[in-house]
């Protein structure tokens, strides 16, 4: 069993479109993430929502505008993609309340390109 | 600001000792975790401290000094599937839907 899924796992993708990335959890979290992971390997937090609430917002543009239909499933649709949306998309999950070490469980990560 | 400072590079040979050094300066500190990425691949947890000292899980220790701000990874009997990104994060606070703060990784590459 898959505890934190997303789709597509590759998406290729022209300048100007729309594209949307979908992440589910099955262990029960009521915190969720997106996490972008550019070509230097670097992972930076974009969103996080605790219970379908939006917690973080970082300096992320508006094209970018994540949804959390409920606390299991959140979701990431990017409008007019650009050349540097080019990354690797990880969403994440972790348990918000204590006594557990908070850690997060990541997804495969979603490899989007744009050409 | 946040700063979490990792070496970039780093090589060792199969059944050796190595240490991956993590320094950070947080706004607050509630926790530092070590993750472990293979390429193309998603990260996954290997430890975690809150308290200054030495926490020891199979072939991997890692330790903590909140006073320097300071962590390592301590990897022993090297093999080759060690070879990976390690990367250092730290939770700067406790609440709902806070993130982990993550470094920029350090590449190991194990030889035989």
């Known amino acids: 069993d898959t505890a934190v899924s997303q789709t597509p796992k590759y998406l290729v993708t022209q300048m100007g479109n729309d594209k949307s990335i979908k992440c589910e959890q099955n262990l029960g979290h009521d915190t969720m993430y997106w996490y972008k992971q550019d070509s230097k390997k670097f992972l930076k937090i974009m969103f996080s929502?605790?219970?379908?609430?939006?917690?973080i917002n970082e300096t992320v543009p508006n094209r970018f505008s994540p949804k959390s239909p409920d606390k299991a499933h959140l979701n990431l649709h990017i409008n007019s993609l650009e050349l540097g949306d080019s990354a690797v998309y990880f969403c994440?999950?972790?348990?918000?309340?204590?006594?557990?070490?908070?850690?997060?469980?990541f997804g495969e990560g979603s490899r989007l390109t744009v050409l | 600001g946040q700063n979490i400072d990792q070496p970039t590079e780093m090589t060792a040979t199969e059944g050796a000792i190595v240490q991956i050094n993590c320094t950070y300066q947080t706004s607050g500190f509630n926790g530092l975790f070590w993750y472990q990425q293979h390429a193309g691949e998603a990260p996954t947890f290997l430890s975690y401290?809150?308290?200054?000292g030495l926490e020891e899980k199979g072939r991997f220790s890692s330790f903590l000094s909140r006073s320097k701000g300071y962590s390592y990874l301590l990897l022993k009997e090297l093999q080759m599937k060690d070879s990976a990104s390690y990367l250092c994060a730290v939770r700067d606070r406790w609440q709902a839907g806070t993130a982990l703060i993550f470094g920029k990784g350090t590449t190991l590459s194990v030889s035989s």
């Open positions: 994440a999950s972790s348990q918000a309340t204590p006594p557990p070490t908070g850690e997060l469980f």
């Open positions: 929502y605790n219970n379908k609430e939006l917690i």
């Open positions: 401290n809150v308290l200054d």
